[in-house]
T-cell receptor, first 114, second 114 residues
Framework: GNSVTQMEGPVTLSEEAFLTINCTYT??????LFWYVQYPGEGLQLLLKATKADDKGSNKGFEATYRKETTSFHLEKGSVQVSDSAVYFCALSDQDNQGGKLIFGQGTELSVKP | DAGVTQSPTHLIKTRGQQVTLRCSPKSGHDTVSWYQQALGQGPQFIFQ???????QRGNFPDRFSGHQFPNYSSELNVNALLLGDSALYLC?????????????FGNGTRLTVT
């Protein structure tokens, strides 16, 4: 079945450091890929998405490129801020999905220190 | 514009009891999905409701049931509670007519089963 694997956390960085959170997936066909962020005490918010191979999603300085050849969707940011501290989830939606069923990775906690 | 609202925010129940969680979707959304998020894990899809019918279901037992009302709000019911049902329950809404319409999540209901 479809699945998503993320690098384990927690990840601790200093402010202005470069961030990479790895995400790989297993799926048949052509899934859509997403990154969601969960701030403490809140629900998940969509950070970015990509719906086909080689698409790059971007938002708030974060980027991720849909790499079908390596089945990956790694999240990157050039310079993190303390306010980026949160849990990040990679997710996929298979090609036949109406959009409600997402398969999530286990999440990666990011802590950014001043 | 109100986002997705869930009630209650916290709930404590005893094993064997039954619980009902409630969700109001974001204005203009007609599809509601429910997720279970165990501590330190990614959300797992329970089911999705559209036009007052269960349209998709994840790998959850029949103890988990739901309902959608004509105003698109939804309830999640869990019978015969087990300790393992302790989790954050997230509701997400979307607009069905848009393929891969982004999910908007509520802040969740924290259920503790003792």
């Amino acid at each position: 079945g479809n699945s998503v694997t993320q690098m384990e956390g927690p990840v601790t960085l200093s402010e202005e450091a470069f961030l990479t959170i790895n995400c790989t997936y297993t799926a048949t066909g052509y899934p859509s890929l997403f990154w969601y962020v969960q701030y403490p005490g809140e629900g998940l918010q969509l950070l970015l998405k990509a719906t086909k191979a080689d698409d790059k999603g971007s938002n708030k300085g974060f980027e991720a490129t849909y790499r079908k050849e390596t089945t990956s969707f790694h999240l990157e940011k050039g310079s993190v801020q303390v306010s980026d501290s949160a849990v990040y989830f990679c997710a996929l939606s298979d090609q036949d999905n109406q959009g409600g069923k997402l398969i999530f990775g286990q999440g990666t906690e990011l802590s950014v220190k001043p | 514009d109100a986002g997705v609202t869930q009630s209650p925010t916290h709930l404590i129940k005893t094993r064997g009891q039954q619980v009902t969680l409630r969700c109001s979707p974001k204005s203009g959304h007609d599809t509601v999905s429910w997720y279970q998020q165990a501590l330190g894990q990614g959300p797992q899809f329970i089911f999705q409701y559209y036009e007052e019918e269960e349209r998709q279901r994840g790998n959850f037992p029949d103890r988990f049931s739901g309902h959608q009302f004509p105003n698109y709000s939804s309830e999640l019911n869990v019978n015969a509670l087990l300790l393992g049902d302790s989790a954050l329950y997230l509701c997400a809404s979307s607009f069905d007519s848009v393929y891969n319409s982004p999910l908007h999540f509520g802040n969740g209901t924290r259920l503790t089963v003792t």
